[in-house]
């Protein structure tokens, strides 16, 4: 099967307070030259891969919004000709005033950055964008005709967990777009602004009752949760972000970006300065790799798995050791969890066994996940 390609826009128009993320929010002098070197990892990877057909492709970031229409063509031109799937992050404050150039140019997803439809959270997550600007992106993106999907953080500053409920209801009530909605928990990362503010941490019972409202109103209005954090109406899901969790193969370019191919995890050097400076000297920019053994890779394969709607082998698992009501049982033998064990998810994950499930069982599970909901 065709790899997806992940491409990395290390640029911001400014640093959100929790963000801890390669990225710039100072450098657009950089933004041309960063286009010249990313067409030229790109041509490289490209050449030792022997091909340039993608599944899918993903512009992650940073905010890869802030590029031109012609700058996105010049990276995208080469790559996206057999791609069914491709993405683009964007930014409220950034989003092309018409987001149809997004498709002139091959792009036929957006994830929008929403975070929250309160002027106070986005103040006290440092973000550049306020809600009406959100709301115009939406609109936008709808009269557009584009697929997206829109990213909410939830429990910020204690969290308005009923005010962002509706929000949401409001987005999803009327059908249509966005078909797809991903919903994190708030992490602060060590040494970021809001980390010396433990006043405004999340509270943990209510992001709890958050999430399991949240899932509860998504499934009345048709969405499935597919991942922990991320729901979709039928034909709406990340097909790139699944192959993440089926354990497909992609090649990564930018500052920080990893791919895994043939059993090969590398990755990038993660500042983007030195990531030019590597290119230039050496024509690739790579920091490590690691060959991942069998066992590693079905332990890996079976934790992300875990995560998803697909779930795992049931012999996988030590089922009696998982209180009831934390995962469920399908006629085919799988264990998938239920809206509580995905709570604790990672609790669960300690009692998969890796030895319970050969490799080419774990690829023929996965298999299955790919004939599930591809858009
Ligand atoms: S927009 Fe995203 S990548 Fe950029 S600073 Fe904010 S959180 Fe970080």
Known sequence: MRPGLYIHVPFCTSRCDYCAFATWSDRFDFLDEYVDAI????????????????????????TPSLLSPAQLERILAPVVAEAGEVTIEANPESLAADPSVYREVGINRVSLGVQSLSDRELALLGRHHRAAEAEQAIALLGQAGMRFSTDFIFGVGGGEPARMLEEVEGLVSKGGQPGHISAYGLIVEPGTPL??????????????????????????????????SNFARTGQRSVHNWRYWMQGEYLGVGPSAHSFLSGVRSWNVRDSYRWGKALSARGEAAAGSETLTESQLVFEGLSLALRTSLGVPAAALDLEAI?????????DGRAVLTVEGRLVHSAIALLLDEEAVSPDELRHHQALGSTADAA
Do not use: K, N, W
């Not at 503010?197 to 949760?225: I, K, M, N, T």
């Open 195 to 228: 980390s010396e503010h433990p006043e405004l941490f999340p509270d943990e019972d209510a992001a709890v009752d958050f999430y399991l409202s949240l899932d509860r109103l998504l499934g009345r209005a048709g969405f499935e949760c597919y991942e922990i």
């Open 323 to 331: 209180p009831d009501g934390l995962y469920g049982l399908t006629e």
């Open 39 to 62: 067409c030229a990892e790109i041509a490289t990877r490209t050449r030792e891969l022997g091909h340039s057909s993608f599944s899918t492709v993903y512009l992650g970031g940073g």
